[in-house]
């Protein structure tokens, strides 16, 4: 069983033209409510993958809530660590031009709330075979789940997204961190992806820095270095195809494939994915990604 301790948002995608400017009013062409946040789609990626999955973290008391819920819940996902808090639910409102650029606000609500973990997400995660981690939960929360993963010696793997300062009580506690390269450079001050995995590998024991349509690349502090091609394919729209990959990546793994094989598997979901629309609507089944890599 994998647990991610995460966000769950609603995603309001209002699809317009051009993106207003301040005091501008546009008309849309088309609006969609879409159950997301890095935590729950790392959650359906993995189960989607073949993983059981438990998802911690808390939604609100609002219309939102039950509805996350039951996204998450439809993907086969353990939710009873999942919990109801005075309040809205978490939202990320999205604005999509034609053009295909964006422009989006999150409002973390009850996702605000997650400041640590109970005696119950404790024991959740002990349980684990591997725990995952994003950071659009407070900190301190993160901190804290990472820290009960290190106690009960259960595999972290952080996606730092979106980027803050890493604490290094946070990094100390992290076997394997997936930052895409802007993430990278940003939290190593080094552009070149070569030089941003050696810096990451100075503070954690594994790095893979995702490079879009160029793939993947592998490092770990005992030496290994690993450049993985994403598998050529047209992409639709690579919404959440860092979140397929990291859920996929985490179920290979768990499964105790070796870093090539696990990588393999991981490029494969995600190619999968950016051949269509949407976060957790285009993240491909088990089925699917052992017969895109045989
Ligand atoms: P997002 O923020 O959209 O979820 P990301 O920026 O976190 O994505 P990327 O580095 O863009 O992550 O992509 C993650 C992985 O997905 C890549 O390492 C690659 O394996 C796969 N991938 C992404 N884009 C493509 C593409 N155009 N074709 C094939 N594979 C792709």
Known sequence: MISV??????????????????????TGRAFRTIPGGKGA???????????QVAFIGAVGDDAFGPELRGALFEAGID???????????????????????????????????????SAEDIEMIARSRALLL???LPLEGVVEAARAARTAG??????????VELPDELLDAVDLIVPNEHEAADITGVTDPDDALKALLDRVPEAVITLGSRGALYGSRAGARLLVP????????????????VGALATARSEGRAPADALRFA????????????ASTSMPSRAEIDAALT
């Open 5 to 26: 301790f995460g966000s769950a948002n609603m995603d309001l995608v209002a699809y317009v033209p051009s993106a207003p400017k301040l005091g501008e009013t546009v």
């Open 41 to 51: 789609n790392q959650a359906v990626a993995a189960a989607r993958a073949g993983s």
């Open 79 to 117: 939710t009873s660590r999942l919990r109801v808090e005075p309040g809205p639910s978490g939202i990320a409102h999205i604005v999509v031009e034609d053009s295909g650029g964006n422009s989006i606000v999150v409002v973390p609500g009850a996702n605000g709330s997650v400041t640590g973990c």
């Open 134 to 136: 994003q950071l659009e």
């Open 154 to 163: 259960v595999p972290v793997i952080l996606t730092p997204a979106p980027v």
């Open 230 to 245: 994403a598998v050529p394919v047209e992409a639709v729209d690579t919404t959440a195809a860092g979140d397929t990959f």
């Open 267 to 278: 490029s494969t979901a995600a190619a999968l994915s950016v051949q269509r629309e949407g």
